[in-house]
């Protein structure tokens, strides 16, 4: 996804219309799942808090009722000009709010390290006072290629919005498990020579009611191995 960003980035596309496109693409969702009804944005201090800041201001362009959390001041350029981008009041880590719809953009496919019991609690906290949680690119706190929980349990979710391209930890469990459905938010990056892709499942025809394993066809395999006996 990095190198796919690149070449946008090469070509003179900005990191700053980067996360416009995903915010606003995400925001998409967050609207119509929403239905009017008051959406929490929590924000952390990377780019994924940035996508976060423009999905609210997009939510309170659009006349709804949006609240934001900063867990973090921004630590990259283009946080600091999303949250400069949003129009609203930034709440602090001890604000309680409930409502509809929560967006958790916290931390996406940066992190590397273990999510703290501070921000896993205030995770929890916001997930039980809203009816519906979203989680934006990856639910916080997976490894992006293993899909594996960094040193806490995963909270589960009802809608996940990959930006751009799915990443391993949407299809690996045990992380796959968590996400609820499974959108993907264009952002106009192109699969780089190399990269992963999925493959879908396979269609298999029902088998007729005669059918029998002769017609069906025959499979032969060899396999085994020079020491165990069986394999």
């Known amino acids: ?10 070509a003179g596309t ?5 996360m416009q496109r995903a ?14 009804r008051a959406i929490t944005v929590l924000c952390g201090p990377g780019n994924n808090g940035g996508d976060g800041y423009v999905i609210a201001e997009a939510i309170r362009e659009r006349g ?24 609203g009041t930034v709440l602090g ?12 953009c916290l931390f996406g496919t940066g992190l590397t390290r273990r999510l703290s019991a501070e921000y896993f609690a205030l995770l929890e906290r916001l997930a039980a006072n809203h009816h519906l949680r979203v989680a934006i690119d990856l639910p916080s706190g997976v490894d992006a290629d293993l899909g594996l929980p960094l040193g806490r349990e995963l909270l ?11 990443k391993f930890a949407h299809v690996l469990m045990p992380a796959a498990a968590t996400m609820g459905a499974l959108r993907l938010v264009p952002i106009g990056v192109t699969a780089p020579p190399g990269a992963a892709r999925l493959i879908g499942q396979p269609h298999l025809t029902a088998p007729a009611a005669d059918a029998h394993k002769y017609s069906r066809g025959l499979l032969a395999v060899i396999g085994g191995a020079v020491t165990p006996i069986g394999t």
Do not use: C, K, N
Request: glycine fraction near 14%; charged fraction near 20%.
């Open 14 to 18: 900005s990191v700053d219309e980067l």
């Open 156 to 166: 589960g979710y009802d809608l996940t919005l990959a930006l751009g391209a799915l």
């Open 64 to 87: 709804g009722e949006v609240r934001v959390i900063a867990a973090a001041e921004p630590a990259t350029a283009a946080a600091h000009t999303a949250r400069a981008g949003y129009g």
């Open 1 to 10: 996804m990095r190198s796919a960003e690149q070449v946008l980035i090469a």
């Open 93 to 104: 880590l001890e604000a309680v709010v409930r409502g509809e719809v929560f967006v958790d």
């Open 23 to 36: 915010g606003r693409g995400a925001a998409d969702y967050v609207w119509r799942l929403s239905g009017g």
